[in-house]
């Protein structure tokens, strides 16, 4: 009798195994928990020691700097050479200058970011009715904290940073041009409320 009890208990895993990934009906999933959206918390740094296109020189002075090399810091301020932080850059016309998010590193950690879908079938002016879709809406967190966060705005004339304080036989470009527009340095924490809303494009 044991053995048999031991070879039907082996016939029935697989089948037991098979039902746990039957899909379940409607009833029975609004009882599981989190069908309500997600619930995010979390920190990352950007660059917080530099990147990889470019290695922190000795001094800060540009002229003095190799083709992979850049600082951050203030030129002409004395102060020591920095490690740059990550770099983007748009450019809204094909023969148009670039808008750059430059020296953009720290540590940026937050809590209660909410990912979640909405029907939108009111409001917005009365275009809600005609809309009656579902978007996807982001929950802003209620506090973002930044520790050594630092970024500059600026327009240039390349994508690319370039060196225009060397020739171009050292790996520089004379002519290229940026203008930060504004700077900043964040330390501390911005509280945050609303939502975004992601509407689908057809």
């Given at each position: 009798?044991?053995?048999?009890r031991?070879?039907?208990?082996?016939?029935?895993?697989?089948?037991?195994?098979h039902?746990?990934?039957?899909?379940?009906?409607?009833?029975s999933?609004?009882?599981?928990?989190?069908?309500?959206?997600?619930?995010?918390?979390?920190?990352?740094?950007?660059?917080?020691?530099?990147?990889v296109?470019?290695?922190?020189?000795?001094?800060?002075?540009?002229?003095?700097?190799?083709?992979?090399?850049?600082?951050?810091?203030?030129?002409?301020?004395?102060?020591?050479?920095?490690?740059?932080?990550?770099?983007?850059?748009?450019?809204?016309?094909?023969?148009?200058?670039?808008?750059?998010?430059d020296?953009?590193?720290?540590?940026?950690?937050?809590?209660?970011?909410?990912?979640?879908?909405r029907?939108?079938?009111?409001?917005f002016?009365?275009?809600?009715?005609?809309?009656?879709?579902d978007?996807?809406?982001?929950?802003?967190?209620?506090?973002?904290?930044?520790?050594?966060?630092?970024?500059?705005?600026g327009?240039?004339?390349?994508?690319?940073?370039?060196?225009?304080?060397?020739?171009?036989?050292?790996?520089?470009?004379?002519?290229?041009?940026?203008?930060?527009?504004?700077?900043?340095?964040?330390?501390?924490?911005?509280?945050?409320?609303g939502?975004?809303?992601?509407?689908?494009?057809?």
């Amino acid at each position: 009798m044991t053995c048999a009890r031991g070879l039907i208990g082996l016939l029935l895993a697989p089948l037991l195994a098979h039902a746990e990934l039957q899909p379940l009906e409607d009833e029975s999933l609004s009882q599981l928990s989190g069908q309500g959206g997600v619930y995010l918390s979390g920190e990352f740094s950007i660059n917080k020691d530099g990147g990889v296109l470019w290695t922190t020189p000795a001094s800060n002075n540009p002229a003095q700097w190799t083709a992979g090399q850049r600082s951050c810091a203030g030129v002409g301020t004395g102060a020591p050479a920095e490690a740059c932080g990550m770099r983007l850059a748009i450019r809204s016309e094909n023969n148009g200058g670039w808008y750059v998010l430059d020296n953009l590193k720290g540590i940026f950690s937050f809590e209660g970011l909410t990912l979640r879908t909405r029907t939108i079938d009111s409001g917005f002016n009365g275009d809600g009715a005609g809309f009656n879709q579902d978007v996807l809406e982001f929950g802003l967190p209620n506090e973002i904290r930044f520790k050594d966060g630092n970024f500059s705005f600026g327009v240039a004339s390349q994508g690319g940073w370039r060196n225009n304080a060397i020739g171009a036989a050292s790996g520089g470009d004379p002519s290229y041009q940026q203008t930060n527009i504004f700077s900043a340095r964040i330390d501390g924490t911005i509280r945050m409320q609303g939502n975004v809303l992601v509407f689908p494009k057809n």
